[in-house]
């Protein structure tokens, strides 16, 4: 069983990932046959990626269980531990992200109609999530995304289809908002989803490299999501509809969890896999919270 604190086990975990030990000819033949598994592994955790990625594809976080070595996002990046991810952009420069199950202690204030005329009455607010650390170049305040995925929506034209098909995600303006919800009982605001920030994959310009987000799939770090989830992980993440505040951001923890294991990621049981989740509990206070001084079990 492991010993010691959260930044004990963190730095234990800093010097696996960067020491690599072997006392023999046998060590060395072992370590050079799984290197060779893994390799053809994670090429063929490319192939798969590459045929899969485009707007509309939803993909998550991959876990130690899914690498069989150590948790990818443990030491770097870790607002994707145990995240899901949309894509809204593909294209031979960059793939464009963002992170679906991350709420944040921020809100929206949409005003209905004509603003000028709107009284307090007439302004709907609607929690506003992290989706990524990237921004709009020479814009100060990151750009929002506003998505739905209910049918009735739909087939009532709100938005447009990521991709162009009418199954995937549909992004939508906040002028489409208001126009929904200005029609009686087609629309409630707990219906859209809007997400501040993207998340950002740069592809290499010389032929036969593989980097931007297709590296990550051949380091391990992801996997795409089967298309037939989406209506059961949107439903968990209708759950996290309220600002986070220190009252209630275990709830949404649990909740993002929860849709993480529906897009088919899996806990490791081992004493240790804890660590992860401390981690991300942690980013989750500083960052989302504001609060790094939080600390819950």
Same mark, same amino acid.
């Given at each position: 069983?492991?010993?010691?604190?959260?930044?004990? @086990?963190?730095?234990?975990?800093?010097?696996?990932?960067? +020491? %690599?030990?072997?006392?023999?000819?046998?060590?060395?033949?072992?370590?050079?046959?799984?290197?060779?598994e893994?390799?053809?592994?994670?090429? !063929?955790?490319? !192939?798969?990626?590459?045929?899969?990625?485009?707007?509309? #594809?939803?993909?998550?976080?991959?876990?130690?269980?899914? #690498?069989g070595?150590?948790?990818?996002?443990? @030491?770097?990046?870790?607002?994707?531990?145990?995240?899901?991810?949309?894509?809204?952009?593909?294209?031979?420069?960059?793939? /464009?992200?963002?992170?679906?199950?991350?709420?944040s202690?921020?809100?929206?204030?949409?005003? +209905?109609?004509?603003? &000028?005329?709107?009284?307090?009455?007439?302004?709907?607010?609607?929690?506003?999530?992290?989706?990524?650390?990237?921004?709009?170049?020479?814009?100060? %305040?990151?750009? #929002? %995304?506003?998505?739905?995925?209910?049918?009735?929506?739909?087939?009532?034209?709100?938005?447009?289809?990521?991709?162009?098909?009418?199954?995937?995600?549909?992004?939508?303006?906040?002028?489409?908002?208001? /126009?929904?919800?200005? *029609?009686?009982?087609?629309?409630?605001?707990?219906?859209?989803?809007?997400?501040?920030?993207?998340? /950002?994959?740069?592809?290499?310009?010389?032929?036969?490299?593989?980097?931007?987000? +297709?590296?990550?799939?051949?380091?391990g770090?992801?996997? /795409?999501?089967?298309?037939?989830?989406?209506? &059961?992980i949107?439903?968990?993440?209708?759950?996290?509809?309220? *600002?986070?505040?220190?009252?209630?951001?275990?709830?949404?923890?649990?909740?993002a969890? &929860?849709?993480?294991?529906?897009?088919?990621?899996?806990?490791?049981?081992?004493?240790?896999?804890?660590?992860?989740?401390?981690?991300?509990?942690?980013?989750?206070?500083?960052?989302?919270?504001?609060?790094?001084?939080?600390?819950?079990?």
């Open positions: 069983e492991s010993q010691g604190g959260f930044d004990d @086990l963190m730095l234990k975990e800093w010097a696996k990932q960067r +020491m %690599v030990y072997n006392d023999g000819d046998d060590d060395v033949e072992i370590a050079d046959k799984r290197q060779e893994e390799s053809d592994a994670a090429f !063929e955790r490319v !192939e798969r990626a590459r045929g899969s990625i485009r707007p509309g #594809t939803i993909i998550r976080a991959a876990s130690s269980v899914d #690498t070595n150590e948790q990818p996002f443990l @030491l770097d990046d870790q607002e994707f531990l145990q995240s899901i991810l949309l894509i809204i952009q593909d294209d031979e420069h960059i793939t /464009v992200g963002i992170i679906l199950n991350l709420p202690a921020h809100k929206i204030d949409i005003e +209905m109609g004509d603003g &000028e005329k709107a009284q307090s009455e007439d302004v709907i607010t609607i929690p506003q999530r992290y989706g990524g650390k990237y921004g709009l170049k020479g814009q100060a %305040v990151k750009p #929002t %995304v506003w998505l739905h995925n209910k049918e009735d929506l739909k087939e009532a034209k709100v938005g447009s289809p990521l991709g162009g098909d009418d199954e995937n995600v549909w992004i939508c303006s906040e002028k489409d908002i208001d /126009v929904a919800l200005s *029609i009686d009982g087609l629309a409630d605001i707990d219906d859209f989803m809007v997400i501040n920030g993207f998340t /950002v994959w740069e592809k290499p310009q010389e032929d036969g490299l593989i980097g931007g987000l +297709m590296g990550e799939f051949l380091a770090n992801f996997e /795409v999501v089967a298309k037939d989830k989406t209506a &059961e949107w439903d968990i993440l209708e759950t996290q509809h309220e *600002i986070l505040t220190e009252e209630n951001i275990e709830e949404n923890l649990a909740a969890q &929860e849709a993480w294991i529906s897009a088919g990621g899996t806990l490791n049981p081992d004493s240790e896999a804890k660590l992860d989740e401390k981690a991300r509990n942690s980013w989750w206070c500083t960052f989302l919270l504001g609060d790094a001084k939080l600390r819950f079990s």
